[in-house]
């Protein structure tokens, strides 16, 4: 079962959902902004993925240097309540598999958790290919 903590609005997210789905994959789908983020989901996603809350703050496209966020002394209690009061806080997507659990950016870092990985050509979201026709990872 592979679970994906998605925003259907960021280009990355919409990527990492289509390889998933190219890969032979039917995920299920968390849209995060809609659903929300309770404090146990959000330590225990960032425990998985060896996150911090600060390395999952989500800065750019977001109001996180509005809220003061972005000052390195502010706790990770304090990143965790803004986190649940503003779901957009959090970088995405977030991807748990079998194989472990992942903020995957860029998008080719959801390769490494799935079983198999998906007949090419695939291309990240700014047209940069991924994968070539046979699958093989582009570097």
Aim: proline share 8%.
């Amino acid at each position: 079962m592979i679970v994906i903590h998605h925003n259907p609005a960021c280009g990355t997210s919409r990527n990492v959902l289509a390889i998933i789905r190219a890969a032979g994959e039917t995920p299920v789908v968390i849209d995060y902004l809609a659903e929300g983020w309770t404090r146990a989901q959000l330590l225990g996603l960032f425990a998985a993925a060896g996150l911090t809350p600060r390395e999952a703050l989500r800065v750019s496209k977001s109001p996180a240097a509005e809220l003061g966020l972005t000052d390195p002394a502010v706790a990770d209690e304090v990143l965790i309540d803004a986190m649940i009061a503003h779901p957009v806080l959090v970088n995405r997507p977030i991807v748990c598999t079998p194989k472990g659990v992942r903020l995957c950016r860029p998008s080719q870092a959801v390769l490494d958790l799935l079983d198999q990985r998906p007949k090419g050509p695939l291309y990240k979201e700014d047209g940069t290919m991924i994968l070539d026709a046979e699958g093989q990872a582009v570097d």
